[in-house]
């Protein structure tokens, strides 16, 4: 069985199952919680923008990624 730890708040996941208790973005584990934190971060970001670019939204999903699991 593997361990898993959220790469952003650093806990284990208890049983882990991918897409069920954490979730993998661009290589990284996140817990549920952190994943929610996560896409309420990259919402609020990106409705501040004037006009919805996909290479803006790609940046801002890699630059908050990179934010939280420092």
Known sequence: MQTIICDSCRKQVKDASRDLNYYTLRNRALCIPCKEDFD???????RAKRKYSFAEYKKTYTDTINKMCK
Request: proline share 0%; no cysteine.
């Open 40 to 46: 309420k971060k990259i919402t609020r970001t990106m």
